[in-house]
């Protein structure tokens, strides 16, 4: 079947900016992550969902960071007014359901402010 | 405070020899324990998983040997081959957030 995936695959936006990440998960998948990924790091958890609620957003790094997940399906990271720190490549993950482990990554959107 | 400490950060194995990453984790709460391969321009993959209360799995020619009271888990690759060429995450796991360690990357010399 269909993993997850992510659009776009590349974006480049200027410093100020708005942009919209968005994650397809795996049909059924009720849990759905988002990680970053500077170079040559491991991902860095930022928000889960649980159907359509943010279950721990505790590693948003800031306010400018936003993410929706509005029918417990498809979800959308928003980033408000970019800073050249945000470039890393933004992963999305989805698992069966809260509690069980395995989750399965998406290929990711490479982020680059200029 | 980095939760869970990788090493090497680069490995270089001749074909068809072991290779062997090694993670310490700080967090006793921590209670799932999976490997992650990545390839360039790809997400990471679930490649083998633990958890604490067993103190070896293995899968193939994937190894993960775990030591709970030293808080230390490893990765083997048997007979390593050029196609596991990749980076390799070990992460900890509790309440659904992975910590990842920094990775190593795996170079197999044909």
């Known amino acids: 079947g269909a993993g997850v995936s992510q659009t776009p695959s590349n974006k480049v936006t200027e410093k100020g900016k708005y942009v919209e990440l968005r994650c397809d998960p795996i049909s059924g998948h009720t849990a759905l992550y988002w990680y970053r990924q500077s170079l040559g790091q491991g991902p860095e958890f930022l928000i889960y969902f649980q159907g359509t609620g943010a279950a721990d957003d505790s590693g948003l790094p800031n306010d400018r960071f936003f993410a929706v997940r509005p029918e417990g399906s498809v979800s959308t990271l928003k980033i408000q007014r970019t800073e050249r720190g945000d470039s890393a490549v933004y992963l999305c993950?989805?698992?069966?359901?809260?509690?069980?482990?395995?989750?399965?990554f998406g290929p990711g959107t490479r982020l680059t402010v200029t | 405070q980095q939760q869970v400490k990788q090493s090497p950060q680069s490995l270089i194995v001749q074909k068809g020899g072991i290779s062997i990453i090694n993670c310490a984790y700080e967090?006793?709460?921590?209670?799932?324990f999976p490997w992650y391969q990545q390839f360039p321009g790809k997400g990471p993959a679930l490649l083998i998983a633990?958890?604490?209360?067993?103190s070896e799995k293995k899968e193939g020619r994937f190894t993960i040997s775990f030591n709970k009271s030293a808080k230390q888990f490893s990765l083997h690759i048997m007979d390593s081959q050029p196609g596991d060429s990749a980076t390799y995450f070990c992460?900890?796991?509790?309440?659904?957030?992975?910590?990842f360690g920094k990775g190593t990357r795996l170079h197999i010399l044909p």
């Open positions: 993950a989805s698992s069966l359901s809260r509690g069980r482990y395995e989750q399965y």
């Open positions: 633990i958890r604490p209360d067993v």
């Open positions: 967090n006793t709460a921590f209670d799932y």
């Open positions: 992460a900890a796991s509790r309440d659904d957030k992975i910590i």
